[in-house]
């Protein structure tokens, strides 16, 4: 959904955060998020969400086998605070920071995975407008190929701070 004002367009996402049932009771006690800090993030440290529920369902079962927990929230964003990867502009930013940064960021040839989490932990700390990042990454391919394998990449967000997350509620 979409409000547009003469200067912004507010954004309501729908988002699904795949724990586990002790993380999911903090959250729903505290209605808050702890943000995920490392190496391994691909939208660098924050909050992560799928618009879709089986993804965050599927990301839930593989870290919290027989333990998992998915909580949709609401993520409410203006138009200026959010950077879309997918999107013409985003990629050109994306680009831009490595070639203008590139020695800087220190990357490496091979930890692709490190790089675009470099990269992105560069962008929330140089503009703190930012609230929310978003881009399509592969799914992994199931062991026998199927139809399954050629569904459209998943899409993630990754939401810095929980001044913009909404509506917490657990999903049974």
Same mark, same amino acid.
């Given at each position: ?6 200067? &912004? ?6 988002? #699904?955060?795949?724990? /586990?049932? *002790?993380? @999911?009771? $903090? ?12 190496? &391994? ?6 909050? #992560?969400?799928?618009? /879709?529920? *089986?993804? @965050?369902? $599927? ?114």
């Amino acid at each position: 959904r979409y409000i547009t004002t003469e200067r &912004k367009t507010t954004m309501y996402l729908t988002g #699904y955060h795949g724990t /586990n049932k *002790e993380y @999911a009771e $903090n959250i729903l006690n505290n209605q808050r998020f702890v943000p995920s800090i490392g190496e &391994k993030h691909w939208l660098g440290h924050g909050i #992560y969400f799928y618009p /879709n529920f *089986e993804d @965050a369902l $599927n990301w839930a079962k593989e870290y919290h086998p027989n333990n998992e927990a998915v909580i949709h929230a609401l993520i409410c964003v203006d138009d200026e605070e959010i950077i879309d990867f997918d999107a013409p502009d985003g990629k050109k930013l994306f680009h831009d920071i490595i070639w203008a940064m590139g020695e800087q960021l220190n990357l490496s040839e091979t930890q692709v995975q490190k790089n675009q989490c470099i990269v992105c932990n560069t962008i929330w700390a140089t503009n703190n407008k930012i609230k929310v990042l978003k881009s399509h990454f592969g799914k992994e391919q199931t062991l026998f190929r199927t139809l399954i394998d050629y569904r459209e990449q998943r899409l993630e967000l990754c939401v810095r701070d929980n001044s913009v997350i909404q509506g917490i509620c657990e999903i049974p």
